[in-house]
């Protein structure tokens, strides 16, 4: 029997990407790092603030509460959240040093602190319910994003909620699209489909999954959009009377 299409796009992917993953993702990031930011903002056309506090208006965030931004590459969500909600306790975990080093440097000269983990996603260090809100933005191509949905539930606390910003394809992509490496760079050919996004944070556990798409790209080789993905762990249940609480 055939395993279902979820199952089989999830191993072609990873037989595609990784050697990416593995191998070249790091030192790709460590060139990077220096001109991150600034090619973020000429690649979104000089809209790259406006498009940080378009996803921050999409997250749910309350006072004093701990936040983790997973894949925080130089801080840009930790930065924005901050600006949000100056109370906020913020938690980065990213894979790569010489991005950190970059986004310690920018929240400290806008007098922030965030908490930095040199730290792989697929296992986060930290312990269960620990955290109210959990970030992931541009980093789900990189990940085995079964394993890393069900750390991220691990660590979040009932009720928590889980915010992404992502590109996300929608229906078949070419073989050709995906396997294109500048493409991947841009976000797009590694990008998972929007129906699988949602069924494998289901399969993760949560509730609530919603995808809003907020702009779309047509190619010949198949369709993209850019989302915002929202999904929370399920919170307990009040009591309902006496039998149910013995
Ligand atoms: C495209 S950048 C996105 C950074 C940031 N979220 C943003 O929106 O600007 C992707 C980041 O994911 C990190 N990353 C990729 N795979 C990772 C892994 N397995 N564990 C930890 N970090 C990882 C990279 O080091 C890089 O900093």
Avoid at 114 to 124: C, F, T, Y
Wanted: aromatic share 10%; net charge negative; hydrophobic share 40%.
């Amino acid at each position: 029997m055939n395993p279902p299409p979820i199952a089989t796009r999830e191993i072609a992917r990873e037989n595609q990407f990784n050697v990416v993953w593995t191998e070249e993702l790091d030192e790709v990031f460590a060139d990077v790092a220096p001109y991150y930011d600034r090619a973020n903002y000429v690649a979104s056309l000089g809209l790259w603030g406006w498009f940080l506090r378009r996803f921050m208006a999409t997250v749910d965030i309350r006072p004093h509460e701990r936040v983790l931004d997973v894949c925080a590459g130089t801080n840009a969500i930790g930065i924005a959240l901050l600006e949000r909600e100056p109370t906020l306790e913020v938690h980065a975990i990213d894979r790569s040093a010489e991005m950190q080093e970059v986004g310690k440097r920018r929240a400290a000269a806008l007098g922030f602190h965030i908490e930095s983990v040199i730290h792989d996603v697929h296992r986060l260090p930290f312990p269960d319910n620990h955290f109210d809100v959990v970030t992931l933005q541009f980093a789900s191509r990189h990940l085995r994003v079964r394993r890393v949905f069900s750390e991220i539930y691990r660590v979040l606390k009932p009720g928590g909620r889980f915010a992404v910003s992502d590109v996300v394809s929608r229906g078949p992509v070419t073989d050709e699209l995906r396997r294109d490496m500048a493409l991947w760079v841009g976000c797009i050919s590694g990008a998972l489909d929007e129906t699988d996004y949602a069924a494998k944070l289901r399969k993760a556990g949560f509730d609530g999954v919603s995808l809003e798409t907020w702009r779309e790209y047509d190619f010949s080789e198949g369709k993209f959009s850019s989302a915002f993905i929202r999904a929370s762990k399920p919170a307990p249940q009040p009591c309902c009377g006496t039998e149910c609480c013995r």
